[in-house]
């Protein structure tokens, strides 16, 4: 009788050891192959606990788990892929609304293609031959439904940020609190005893900005005693500098805080404030927009509004998924922050504070 050595068991070549499946997941969550599935589907809520639903996003997560997204999207008839349009990559903000849209897409099986519209504002083009063959739906950041008339005449679900909740032709709206937080900026300048303030009002004709420019009128129209005046600027730290310079050398009694439309145009203003001899914030007081990271790598560190731009596109992703399920989401808005910092203080007293630059 001859004998045999044993052969051992072969050893599950990678590909093998990469093909995870719902079932494994499953195992790991400790939940059912069904429940998999409603939570990777996002229909989970009303049917499975949340703590279960974050127990199978662990697990796909820590296994490597991917759907078949082929089958799935045959199975629907969808491409698994939405398009968020931004005005331009000129800030980290749009970057971080691309992460936290990501995200979301992430746990439904979606890609997300991120296209910097190159009209700023304006019309932005159909980047595909056919968007409604391409795409299952159009995020959009910051710009007005009309500018995006190539993509919405696809048919395409059109989800709008930073946008008017009354334009009809967005499917649905995800609004930051805009006006709340220009109003807040306001309010700490008055708090602090400016009456003389200059409004660095970013210069683009769109839904956001205008919303800025009224809240600040009414909130320092509701002070006794307070000078508004406005002075447009482009965003850009040399457009903020020149917009300061204007303002800050006008004829009449100089203002004592500039309160500007964003960080970035406040980065140029302070510059402006030092090169003219005044200090910020003991002679002028100067606040921003947006909380970049640009606002704690100047000195003194900007007071500016935080918007949470990663719960924003978290927001938008989330909504649009609720349209692709047959819903109709009602507008949403985000509420955002006042970060009070070193560029903002009482005005000085006395009278010099009155004149232009020089004493002229």
Not at 317 to 325: G, P, S, T, Y
Request: net charge neutral.
């Amino acid at each position: 009788m001859t004998s045999h050595e044993a052969t051992p068991p072969a050893l599950p070549t990678p590909a093998a050891a990469a093909r995870i499946t719902s079932r494994d997941v499953a195992r790991a969550a400790g939940v059912s192959q069904a429940a998999v599935s409603l939570v990777l589907g996002d229909k989970w809520r009303g049917r499975v606990s949340a703590a279960k639903a974050e127990a199978v996003r662990t697990a796909a997560r820590e296994l490597g788990y991917r759907p078949n997204l082929a089958a799935r999207s045959l199975r629907m008839g969808r491409t698994r892929t939405a398009l968020l349009v931004v005005p331009a990559l000129t800030t980290e903000f749009f970057a971080r609304v691309y992460t936290g849209a990501a995200r979301i897409a992430a746990d439904r099986g979606f890609g997300v293609v991120l296209y910097p519209s190159p009209e700023g504002i304006g019309p932005a083009r159909d980047p595909f031959d056919s968007a409604a063959a391409t795409l299952d739906g159009v995020i959009a950041s910051s710009m007005a439904a009309e500018a995006l008339s190539a993509l919405r005449d696809a048919g395409l679900p059109l989800v709008m940020l930073d946008s008017d909740p009354d334009d009809t032709r967005a499917t649905a709206t995800v609004n930051l609190d805009i006006a709340d937080g220009a109003r807040q900026l306001a309010t700490h300048l008055t708090d602090l005893g400016h009456r003389r303030i200059t409004h660095l009002a970013a210069d683009i004709d769109s839904w956001t900005f205008a919303l800025r420019g009224h809240a600040v009128t009414e909130a320092l129209a509701a002070v006794p005693g307070t000078l508004l005046r406005r002075q447009p600027s482009a965003l850009g730290v040399d457009a903020g500098l020149r917009a300061a310079h204007t303002a800050l050398t006008a004829p009449g009694p100089r203002p004592t805080a500039l309160l500007c439309d964003d960080d970035i145009i406040a980065a140029g203003a302070c510059k402006a404030v030092r090169r003219l001899g005044l200090r910020v914030p003991e002679d002028i007081s100067v606040a921003g927009f947006d909380d970049l990271a640009l606002s704690v790598a100047v000195e003194p560190e900007l007071t500016t509004v935080r918007l949470p731009a990663e719960e924003f596109g978290e927001a938008g992703m989330r909504a649009l998924m609720a349209v692709l399920d047959g819903g109709r989401p009602a507008p949403a808005t985000l509420p955002v922050t006042l970060v009070a910092r070193g560029s903002t203080a009482p005005p000085p007293a006395g009278a010099h504070n009155t004149a232009r630059p020089g004493g002229q």
